[in-house]
């Protein structure tokens, strides 16, 4: 089924002119149009411009022109990602006609590889939120495939929902707390946010200035190293941007042999208490990991998580209002109830509390970097409960809230959510890996090695009446 084919496949087949990206990306809009009245992952289709984008991609395949592996690929953004032309709203009643007049530079990056955009992806109102679940934004929330009944994770909701019911090849979101591992986590995916820096954020709508991480989705470490190869790089746009060389792909497959991979248990042992069907499955991907004969040791980071969340709190509320205060002062009534109480509180932040959160964070990144700077990589938890129900308010917010992403969106390390089995409702169950800065490499290398040993990503979700 085309629609199970990963990035890595697909442009295989393609480049050898067995595949055609015209068949590729009908077979995903068919799909769309077929579940999405479901799933409502999707907030904007761009069906006629994929399609037109198709037939130039197959010309080039016919011609025989040069080809990268991203050509004819069918993608999708959240819509917080400037695109030309296609409306962007935020998930927002305040954005629900804005067009803007240029790209995202990580969606122009790809269409300049040869990849097609197949439309705009769900997400909470400015991708913020506590995972509280309102009926008063414009949009539905978006279920997740493995049971539609169940959580897909916040606020790239419809990325993970895309991605893991086949209704996008991949996807982009953007990552201020979690918000591009926890889909992941919550759809069996790949999420991997990269080093603060290593990608561009410009044209993609902020929630908070310093915390922002753009990041990416797939179903394979593998569709994830050939999107950050063609996404990564300097861009004059974004200042926080450096160059720094792209992973070498054929070290991401060497294994993890004599690696030393770190392991930090107070996450989800002493600070919260994690499910005890997640704390197995760490332990057994920490096994995986020794197995194959990596140096697993035991890391002590003498900072509770509770710091990480309180620090980023702070900051992140103030700079998500000053990113929209003349909206809250003015339209405010127009806002989703998330949304409105998160602005709420950073009017209350005086200017010296936010300068105190940014020098705590300056000494959070400081200690973290001296644990995961001591190894190659580092295994962690990220969600500690295991998804909820979508009526399980108070669920959600403990899924979302309790969990150790926000770590690494406070100290700016590459870090990457992996599926490591399921639990008994049938629900994804996930560890990050986390890696030194500008390392993404050896992420991807330690996650390449886990997929290939236990290859959960080759399970898909079962549509059932869907399909």
Not at 212 to 237: F, N, Q, Y
């Amino acid at each position: 089924m085309l629609h199970h084919l990963t990035i890595g496949a697909a442009a295989r087949l393609i480049a050898a002119r067995k595949l055609s990206p015209v068949e590729l990306v009908d077979a995903f809009l068919a799909r769309i149009a077929r579940l999405d009245r479901v799933l409502h992952s999707y907030i904007t289709v761009t069906g006629e411009a994929a399609r037109t984008a198709a037939r130039t991609a197959e010309s080039a395949v016919l011609e025989r022109r040069d080809i990268g592996p991203l050509h004819g690929i069918p993608y999708a953004l959240k819509d917080n990602y400037y695109t030309r032309g296609i409306r962007t709203t935020a998930g927002s009643r305040l954005l629900l006609d804005f067009v803007p007049d240029e790209d995202a530079t990580l969606h122009r990056r790809l269409r300049d590889a040869g990849a097609i955009l197949l439309g705009k992806l769900n997400t909470w109102e400015f991708g913020t939120g506590t995972g509280e679940l309102t009926d008063d934004l414009p949009f539905p929330t978006a279920s997740n495939p493995w049971n539609v009944s169940r959580f897909s994770g916040g606020s790239s909701t419809g990325a993970g929902t895309a991605v893991a019911s086949g209704l996008a090849m991949a996807a982009l979101g953007s990552d201020t707390g979690g918000s591009v591992r926890t889909p992941a986590a919550a759809c069996g995916l790949i999420g991997f946010k990269p080093t603060y820096g290593r990608l561009s954020r410009a044209g993609i709508i902020p929630n908070s200035y310093s915390l922002d991480h753009p990041g990416l989705l797939t179903w394979t470490v593998e569709d994830a190293a050939i999107l950050l190869s063609a996404l990564a790089g300097m861009d004059p746009r974004d200042p926080t941007t450096v160059e720094r060389a792209a992973p070498d792909h054929a070290r991401i497959g060497a294994g993890v042999r004599q690696l030393r991979i770190g392991v930090i248990r107070r996450f989800h042992q002493q600070d919260v208490v994690a499910d005890a069907q997640l704390a197995t499955a760490i332990e057994d991907a920490i096994g995986v990991f020794r197995d194959q004969g990596a140096q697993l040791v035991d890391v002590e980071l003498p900072i509770p998580l509770q710091d990480y969340r309180l620090c980023t709190r702070v900051i992140g509320s103030a700079e998500a209002f000053a990113a929209h205060e003349q909206d809250f002062l003015f339209r405010r009534h127009e806002m989703g109830k998330a949304l409105r109480d998160k602005l709420m509180s950073g009017v209350f932040i005086r200017a010296a509390d936010y300068l105190k959160a940014v020098r705590w964070r300056r000494e959070l990144a400081v200690r973290t970097d001296a644990i995961v700077a001591s190894c190659d990589a580092i295994i962690c938890a990220g969600p500690l409960r295991l998804t909820p129900l979508l009526t399980d308010i108070a669920g959600i917010k403990d899924y979302v809230m309790g969990s150790a992403m926000c770590v690494f969106n406070a100290t700016g390390h590459p870090a990457l959510s992996q599926c490591i089995g399921f639990d008994d409702n049938g629900m994804p169950l996930s560890m990050q890996l986390v890696g030194r800065y500008f390392d993404e490499e050896t992420v991807l290398r330690a996650a390449a090695a886990y997929e290939a040993a236990t290859q959960w990503q080759l399970q898909r979700p079962k549509l059932d009446g869907m399909e």
